[in-house]
């Protein structure tokens, strides 16, 4: 796997067609042959995740397809995970992470979540479906700096704007900020609902908490 590059290598091939004990097998051999996670994130795992989406749009994929992407896709990111955590000891400032209430994708805000804490912030991971209001008591219980919300749905992304609002009537309104992202979710739509930033993916995330957290 040390050639983990381009569409079509092994690990995008067994993560498109759901080989979940491939998956596994191929990333721990690419870790052990010293391929760089990111790599292995960026090169081929997304890309098999991005294709899963297209053949499910051409309806060459249904959702059992797309689940057992997603399921090798997750075999994939637990080894990957712990190195994308390693990190002193201090953390940098609190994040609450989740997605969206009725939005049931986790793949990219775990992603996220672990690259937030690979830059060393402590991050609480609601997972899915969740509710503005569980958003903002989690986030008051910790004193978060930032409150993180995922959507991959056009239905769901609406559901964005009512985190802001719990988190403007909030105690924490003055010192929290609120982020989103996921693919359907633009710069000018986080403008339009009030949102204090977006980024396109799990690396700019990274630079825009903290950015947001330690402002220049
Ligand atoms: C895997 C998958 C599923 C799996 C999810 C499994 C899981 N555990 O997550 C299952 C099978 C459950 C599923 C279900 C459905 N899905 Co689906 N799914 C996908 C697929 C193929 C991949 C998503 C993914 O994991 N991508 C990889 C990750 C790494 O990327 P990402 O999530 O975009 O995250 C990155 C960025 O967006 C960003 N980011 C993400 N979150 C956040 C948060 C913040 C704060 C920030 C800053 C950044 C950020 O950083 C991440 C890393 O770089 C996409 C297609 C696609 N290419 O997006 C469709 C897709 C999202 N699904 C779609 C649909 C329609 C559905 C269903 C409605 C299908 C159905 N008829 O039942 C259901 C909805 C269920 C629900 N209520 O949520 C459509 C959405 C269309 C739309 N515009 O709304 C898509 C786009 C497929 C398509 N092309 O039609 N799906």
């Known amino acids: 796997m040390s050639e983990s590059g381009a569409n079509g290598s092994p690990l995008y091939e ?35 995740m991005d294709e899963a989406g297209r053949r499910f749009e051409k309806r060459e994929f249904y959702v059992p397809e797309l689940l057992i992407a997603a399921r090798a896709m997750k075999g994939a990111l637990a080894l990957i995970r712990p190195l994308l955590s390693e990190r002193g000891v201090e953390p940098v400032g609190r994040v609450v992470i989740g997605t969206v209430k009725g939005d049931l994708h986790d793949i990219g805000k775990g992603l996220v979540g672990s690259m937030l804490e690979g830059g060393g912030f402590e991050v609480f991971d609601l997972g899915v479906d969740v509710a503005a209001d569980s958003f903002i008591a989690k986030a008051v219980e910790q004193k978060a700096d930032v409150v993180a919300v995922s959507a991959l749905l056009t239905t769901t992304m609406t559901a964005m704007k009512d985190v802001v609002t719990a988190l403007r009537e909030s105690d924490i309104s003055q010192t929290c900020k609120i982020i989103v992202g996921g693919a359907p979710v633009t710069q000018q739509f986080a403008d339009s ?22 402002p220049a």
């Open 14 to 48: 067994a993560i498109l067609t759901g080989d979940a004990d491939g998956s596994v097998k191929l990333t721990q051999t690419a870790l052990a042959d010293g391929v760089d996670p990111n790599d292995l994130i960026n090169q081929d795992m997304i890309p098999a």
């Open 193 to 214: 609902i009030g949102a204090d930033g977006y980024s396109e993916n799990a690396s700019a995330a990274v630079t825009l908490v903290r950015s947001i957290v330690t």
